[in-house]
């Protein structure tokens, strides 16, 4: 073995040094790539984390974006242990890497041309801190990328190509028809995994694909998967008018808009809202003009959606149809005009009607319905100029139709005009301007028969004559005219001519002696009994219905019923309200909430009720009346709740009796009307928020809403209690009322008495100053022609009592209700203790006697604090008797106030009785009526009403425990079963219900 190694030849050793020359370069460049771009990486980090505890450090830290900055946080750590072999140098080095090549649009090319995969650039701190400033006040969702990296969308190409792609599928599979399910699968499929479509939309392609494939699937009657391929494509975006008409839209819409022969109220609003939006496709042009047959679809599609009450669908319909209309005639104008009279666009209505409605040739029913409407809307804004040009046009297109127009339409407008101004000759003049149209008009003698009406209203029964002489000339006399003659009746009944309207009322009836005009002889009867009411005794008024009922056949009427009921009720007379009633019924008129609500109101009214006892015989009658529901109606709740929130001095308790009507009642909130306004007025007053009280009443009137002296006397307190002395809005709200007419007498009372209060304070004034300021206050209100109410008298008699000025008290009573006219007969309790407190101050027994005579002719019921004043004057003079330091005119002051206390007990034991008999008879009276209704209905109800009334006044008792007599109860504190079968007990009021 030789000892020396073979030596390699230069060659090779040259071979070899540049071997390892390369491999080590290699190494090194491919060791400073990495390292160079794990630097950038790390320096980039290490900002981005200094900036996070920056952020971090704020007082706004603590947002959205903190989770979304902690996450960060961890990838820095993982980073920063990535770089563990890296000397401390390398890692927080800031030296730039140099580059020599250029950067192409796909990455790094070198100077040899090769390209090298390019990071993509880390942000700069400026533009990171910004970023997650942004973050801080955007939410960060699960699905977003931290460091706030956008959802890299596919390229436009890629997705075109997908079209492309799912565009020759479905062309593929439709070439064979047993294919054509594979093929619609495919493009649902497509679809639901989410096809990108960019914002050029679906590529030609693909349309074509989807319109042969919606073809294929109509031609096989594959019609949900035809109706799926257009609703894919609609919601791509919009599309081509041309593209919508290759998928025959009208075939779609007329099928969902089809209703089965068996069902013609089975159209589903889904289907409706669903043909509608199709109707209702945008495109990417302007729309050209409409086919015949869409434009017919449109109108069916409006018919639907005012059938279904859709009415801004209708008009959004309706304003597609006009745009594409072109040339032909508008359609669906009719419409229009429901959904825009319905939707409150009132001062649009004429606008349509006169521009668009008369270039239609409508059918009879059509017309008059669309001339209801639109008078209706034109009256509701008040313009008498467009509501007469709308009748002259209407007459117009009748001529042309060969139509009538409605008599009710001239009616409305002449009525308006004399109703809102009350100027004959106005009123005339528009119905001479009118009169042509009669020729037109169906019944016109109505026309006539109401500007006779107007004339007698107005006094002046020559014209009413004229008019009813130039209308015989045209139109003979006819049974149906009865309302005509009714109007002469009315005038003679405003001479005081009874007579002469018995005499009317008797040629009547024999003009038309049939049941069919029942109706209009009690219409033409309700005016003539109003105006005997005003001047006759209540048996005379009684009599007088007797009259006209028994011997003329005149049908009485719920107005006829309720009158008596209520003039009965003002003079406490329950026996004869009874017999009233019972002789109504017999004669056919039916007990109504009407009935019941007049008597709730003269319970608390005139027999002093207390609110529990109403709302006690309010739930008997509601348990007996539970199946009837027209025994009780939207107004007994209101009227329940204004009983409740009078004579209440407790805020608590007040509360208490709301919270339980509250429950009662079944509206969901109260309607912006008259009512609605008093009673929300009422109840923010009640609960002290004067603020509350006043916004609704400003509101009431920017609404123009029909306001009465109640509203007025309302706001007046609430002002008087927000603004306490200062009367400036007050009394603006005052004038405002009495330049519209309304009675502001109450209002003023209420001001005059709130100053006196204020500014006359015991001792706070002279006697003789507040005297004289009462006596100029009243001629003032004198000689504005106000009324002065009896409380202005009553309250400064009060303030002087007060003051112990007894003598002062009685001579400026007196004083004043002889100015006044202030009859006896209308005193009632607050003047009556005031009276009586003067009275014992100045121990005049004659006085006493004199206000306890008034209070029992007056039919008042004491109360306690009136029993309490004899009370204590009783203790008070016979302690002095006791004392030895006594009069004869004293002995006769004891007896008189004992006596006093006597008669009062009695009145007080009287007016109990009275509550218990007429709570008894009110619940027979319903009673009775309920019975009467079940038997027109088919159906039975029976009852017993026991002699003792007390048992409305009691607890019901527990669902568990037994009825014992003397209790009470009701139908809704029983359960089902009990509800429908309940034993009568002796002595108790029990509702047996039967189907």
Avoid at 275 to 294: C, D, G, H, N, Y
Avoid at 752 to 777: C, K
Wanted: charged content about 25%; glycine content about 6%; hydrophobic content about 40%.
């Amino acid at each position: 073995m030789p000892t020396t190694l073979p030596v390699p030849s230069k060659g090779a050793l040259r071979v070899l040094r540049n071997l390892a020359l390369g491999t080590s370069c290699t190494l090194a460049l491919s060791a400073g790539l990495l390292t160079e771009d794990r630097r950038r990486r790390i320096h980039a980090a290490r900002e981005v984390h200094d900036n996070a505890k920056k952020l971090k450090s704020s007082r706004k830290y603590h947002s959205t974006g903190t989770t979304a900055i902690e996450a960060f946080e961890d990838k820095l750590l993982r980073y920063r242990d990535d770089a563990f072999w890296l000397p401390s140098n390398v890692s927080k080095s800031t030296i730039p890497r140099v580059i020599t090549g250029g950067v192409g649009k796909d990455g790094y090319v070198g100077q040899d041309g090769s390209r090298a995969f390019t990071p993509t650039p880390l942000p700069t701190r400026r533009k990171m801190i910004a970023r997650f400033s942004f973050w801080q006040h955007v939410e960060t969702k699960p699905s977003q990328k931290l460091l706030g990296i956008a959802h890299l969308e596919p390229p436009r190409q890629s997705s075109h190509n997908r079209q492309h792609k799912l565009a020759a599928d479905v062309t593929k599979l439709l070439e064979q028809p047993e294919n054509i399910d594979e093929a619609a699968s495919r493009f649902f499929e497509a679809f639901e995994e989410g096809l990108s479509i960019d914002d050029l939309g679906i590529l030609q392609p693909l349309m074509d694909a989807a319109v042969r494939l919606a073809n294929a699937c109509e031609a096989q009657s594959k019609f949900d998967s035809s109706e799926k391929v257009f609703e894919i494509i609609l919601g791509t975006g919009t599309i081509h008018e041309a593209h919508f008409y290759l998928f025959h839209p009208e075939a779609i819409i007329h099928r969902l808009l089809k209703r089965p022969s068996s069902d013609l109220d089975s159209l589903q609003p889904e289907k409706l809202r669903k043909a509608s939006s199709i109707f209702l496709t945008k495109f990417k042009e302007k729309p050209k003009t409409m086919s015949t047959r869409l434009q017919s679809l449109g109108e069916r599609l409006c018919e639907e959606s005012c059938r279904y009450k859709l009415y801004d669908l209708a008009l959004d319909i309706y304003t597609r149809m006009e745009s594409s209309r072109g040339d032909a005639p508008p359609r669906a104008v009719h419409h229009l005009i429901t959904a825009a009279h319905m939707k409150g666009h009132h001062k649009k209505v004429f606008r349509y009607f006169h521009k668009l409605y008369t270039q239609t040739t409508p059918d009879q029913l059509q017309f008059i319905n669309v001339g209801n409407l639109t008078i209706e809307s034109i009256l509701k804004t008040g313009k008498m100029g467009q509501a007469e040009e709308a009748l002259i046009a209407a007459g117009k297109m009748a001529e042309n139709s060969n139509i009538s127009i409605s008599i009710t339409w001239l009616l409305k407008v002449l009525g308006h005009e004399w109703r809102t101004r009350r100027d004959l000759e106005r009123t005339r003049a528009l119905f001479g301007r009118l009169e042509p149209l009669t020729l037109v008009a169906q019944r016109p003698q109505a026309f006539y028969g109401a500007m006779i009406q107007f004339c007698i209203e107005a006094n002046d029964e020559a014209i009413a004559l004229s008019y009813y002489e130039t209308m015989r000339r045209s139109w003979p006399s006819v049974p149906g005219d009865v309302r005509i003659y009714g109007h002469f009746a009315l005038a003679k009944a405003m001479r005081k001519d009874w007579l002469g309207v018995e005499d009317d009322f008797r040629q009547m009836r024999k003009a038309s002696p049939g049941h069919e005009h029942d109706q209009e002889f009690s219409a033409v009867f309700t005016p003539v009994l109003k105006l005997y009411v005003q001047s006759h005794s209540l048996g005379e008024t009684e009599q007088f219905i007797r009259l006209f009922v028994d011997e003329l056949r005149i049908k009485p009427s719920g107005y006829m019923m309720n009158i008596m009921v209520d003039a009965y009720g003002n003079v406490k007379e329950i026996d004869s309200l009874d017999r009233w009633i019972r002789y109504a019924v017999a004669a056919g008129c039916r007990v109504d909430s009407v009935t019941l609500n007049t008597i709730l109101n003269k319970c608390s009214e005139k027999w002093d009720f207390a609110f529990w006892d109403v709302f006690r015989l309010y739930q008997s009658v509601r348990a007996l009346g539970s199946r009837h529901s027209r025994i009780i109606d939207k107004d007994t709740v209101p009227i329940l709740r204004r009983i409740a929130m009078s004579n209440c001095s407790s805020q608590a308790e007040l509360a208490r009796r709301l919270e339980i009507l509250k429950s009662l009642d079944n509206k969901s909130g109260d309607h912006l009307d008259s009512k609605g306004v008093l009673r929300a007025m009422k109840i923010t007053l009640a609960k002290t928020n004067p603020i509350a009280t006043l916004k609704i009443y400003k509101r009431a009137k920017v609404d123009e809403v029909l306001l009465e002296s109640k509203h007025l006397n309302l706001a007046v307190k609430a002002s008087l209690q927000l603004h306490g002395a200062n009367i400036e809005e007050t009394s603006r709200h005052v004038q405002d009322a009495q330049a519209i007419g309304l009675d502001v007498s109450p209002a003023i009372a209420l001001i005059v008495v709130h100053q006196m209060t204020t500014m006359y304070r015991e001792g706070n004034s002279e006697n003789r100053q507040l005297i004289e300021l009462a006596e100029s206050t009243i001629s003032a209100l004198d000689r504005c022609g106000l009324e002065v109410p009896t409380c202005v008298v009553t309250h400064v008699a009060s303030i002087l009592e007060r003051r112990g000025h007894f003598r002062l008290c009685i001579e400026f009573w007196d004083a004043m209700s002889c100015r006044l006219s202030i009859h006896p007969s209308s005193f009632d309790l607050v003047t009556l203790t005031v009276l009586l407190k003067a009275y014992i101050g100045l121990e005049d027994h004659i006085g006493v006697r004199w206000v306890i005579k008034s209070l029992s002719a007056n039919k008042l019921r004491p109360d306690a604090r009136f029993r309490l004043l004899l009370k204590n004057a009783r203790r008070t003079t016979s302690t002095r008797l006791m004392s030895g330091n006594s009069s004869n005119n004293m002995y006769q002051f004891l007896d008189v106030l004992i006596e006093a206390i006597e008669t009062t007990r009695l009145l007080r034991k009287e007016a109990a009785d009275d509550q218990k008999e007429v709570a008894f008879k009110t619940i027979k009276i319903m009673e009775k009526a309920i019975a009467d209704e079940a038997v027109r209905q088919g159906s039975s109800v029976s009852f017993e009403v026991s002699q003792r009334t007390d048992v409305i006044m009691k607890t019901p008792p527990s669902k568990s425990s037994s009825i014992e007599v003397g209790e009470s109860w009701m139908a809704e504190d029983l359960d089902e079963g009990a509800r429908h079968e309940l034993k009568v007990l002796p002595g108790k009021l029990v509702g047996v219900v039967a189907g």
